[in-house]
């Protein structure tokens, strides 16, 4: 019996070093709870369609989680979001774009996306040219945590004053708590720098309030004041 219950309880560790990439909760049991009893009831027919395909694809530990999926679309609500950008929604590979097309046709909504393909620093730099400056009210960054930085050096001009923008994985599978010599996986180590070096810099610019969330894999939401 004793070898048994010492069988479970590695399956259930090694579970949740899975899951804790989307979750930090310390319970598989009660991260579930939150899925099946406030998300998934709820969840946009469409919004689960992309989840589903998502999770066949070789990238999917990419995904936003649904709980987090969940909290962005209150936001929105929340804060009356009509121009909003996702950095994701710029991509060096078209198909990824294309993968959940289909999808988002059938929901009615492709003619308020415009995809832009290519790296998107650039492109964002083509906004600030074309004095797109504060016309956003709502930025959402999942991309290249290396890049984070970047990003918010330009994202803070596109987004208006009172908008917001969320930077998701800050707390990178819970790594930025850790010591420098713990063990981590080797893209948990790499961009873990990155993703403290960001957190530094928003606590300490003066431009945006900011709130950092242990929802999915953490995100921290940034208002801009000035």
Same mark, same amino acid.
């Given at each position: 019996m004793a070898e048994e219950k010492?069988?479970?309880t590695t399956t259930t560790v090694s579970r949740h070093s899975e899951v804790g990439h989307k979750s930090l909760l310390q319970s598989d049991a009660l991260y579930q709870y939150i899925l099946e009893t406030s998300v998934y009831p709820r969840e946009p027919e469409a919004m689960k369609e992309l989840r589903d395909i998502t999770a066949k694809?070789?990238?999917?530990?990419?995904?936003?989680?649904?709980?987090? +999926?969940?909290?962005?679309?209150?936001?929105?609500? @929340?804060? #009356?979001?009509?121009?909003?950008?996702?950095i994701l929604a710029m991509d060096i590979n078209r198909e990824n774009y294309e993968l959940g097309l289909p999808v988002i046709e059938k929901?009615?909504?492709?003619?308020?996306?415009?995809?832009?393909?290519?790296?998107?620093?650039?492109?964002?730099?083509?906004?600030?040219?074309?004095?797109c400056h504060g016309s956003y009210d709502f930025i959402f960054v999942d991309a290249?945590?290396?890049?984070?930085?970047?990003?918010?050096k330009r994202l803070i001009d596109l987004v208006k004053? +009172?908008?917001?923008?969320?930077?998701?994985?800050? @707390?990178? #599978?819970?790594?930025?708590?850790?010591?420098?010599?713990?063990p981590m996986r080797k893209y948990v180590r790499y961009y873990r720098d990155f993703v403290m070096e960001l957190n530094k810099a928003l606590a300490a610019d003066p431009r945006i309030e900011i709130c950092m969330l242990p929802v999915g894999d953490g995100i921290t939401l940034c208002r801009r004041i000035s």
């Open positions: 010492q069988t479970t694809h070789p990238w999917n530990l990419m995904t936003t989680s649904a709980d987090e +999926g969940q909290f962005l679309a209150m936001l929105l609500k @929340l804060i #009356n979001a009509k121009n909003t950008m996702e929901a009615g909504v492709a003619h308020k996306i415009e995809f832009r393909e290519g790296p998107a620093l650039p492109v964002l730099d083509q906004m600030l040219e074309d004095a290249d945590k290396d890049n984070y930085i970047n990003y918010h004053v +009172g908008g917001v923008i969320g930077y998701d994985n800050t @707390l990178w #599978n819970g790594s930025v708590a850790e010591p420098a010599d713990a």
